[in-house]
């Protein structure tokens, strides 16, 4: 009964690989959302979807690319793996205004490791 | 454009001493402010959020938090910290309907 499910929890990979982190809610939230947290523990939202629309794309490579197939799953492909890729991906899920007055509940993160 | 500062990235208090983590915000319109707690290994959990209203507001786990608009600031206490406080803790500020921002973090240790 996990609110916010990510997977997998960790993944281990070489540069240059192509990787996929997956996240599903089963909260009935309307936006969803990627962020990433570095070793420094700096959090920095990457995109948001509403509704399966982007709404919210940071300045972030285009090797990463977000896919919401429907509200309750946000996907994240990373192509090209880069050393610098190396973080934690947290996923995360609000109503739609809800950030403001409700804030995020978050998923466990996806601990990525470059080498 | 809005920011979050957290004064002091580490803390260290003893069992049963009284915690404060600082957080100051930057806004141009009045913010919706939150604190967040993330256990090591795990992802953030929300402990309070400041809206609208009471300016003193009560988390979760004995925490508050007080939001101050002549010092523009939002920082968390709890009366006596329990060693399972132990942890990262993020003050996050919101003004636009799309995302957060959030400080910096303040590790917060507790000793026996």
């Known amino acids: 009964d996990t609110a916010v499910s990510q997977t997998p929890k960790y993944l281990v990979t070489q540069m240059g690989n192509d990787k996929s982190i997956k996240c599903e809610q089963n909260?009935?939230?309307?936006?969803m959302y990627w962020y990433k947290q570095d070793s420094k523990k700096f959090l920095k939202i990457m995109f948001s979807?509403?509704?399966?629309?982007?709404?919210i794309n940071e300045t972030v490579p285009n090797r990463f690319s977000p896919k919401s197939p429907d509200k309750a799953h946000l996907n994240l492909h990373i192509n090209s793996l880069e050393l610098g890729d190396s973080a934690v991906y947290f996923c995360?899920?609000?109503?739609?205004?809800?950030?403001?007055?409700?804030?995020?509940?978050f998923g466990s993160g996806t601990r990525l490791t470059v080498v | 454009a809005q920011s979050v500062t957290q004064l002091g990235s580490h803390v260290s208090v003893s069992e049963g001493a009284l915690v404060l983590l600082r957080c100051n915000y930057s806004?141009?319109?009045?913010?919706?402010l939150f604190w967040y707690v993330q256990y090591p290994n795990q992802g953030l959990q929300l402990l309070l959020k400041?809206?609208?209203?009471?300016?003193l507001v009560k988390g979760i786990n004995g925490f508050e938090a007080e939001f101050k608009k002549s010092e523009t600031s939002f920082h968390l206490t709890k009366p006596s910290a329990h060693m399972s406080d132990a942890a990262e803790y993020f003050c996050?500020?919101?003004?636009?309907?799309?995302?957060?921002?959030f400080g910096d973090g303040t590790t917060l240790t507790v000793k026996p």
């Open positions: 806004s141009s319109v009045p913010p919706y």
């Open positions: 995360a899920s609000s109503h739609e205004g809800g950030v403001l007055t409700y804030g995020y509940t």
């Open positions: 400041y809206t609208t209203g009471a300016t």
């Open positions: 996050a500020v919101n003004t636009n309907a799309g995302k957060s921002t």
């Open positions: 979807y509403n509704n399966k629309e982007l709404i």
């Open positions: 909260l009935g939230h309307d936006t």
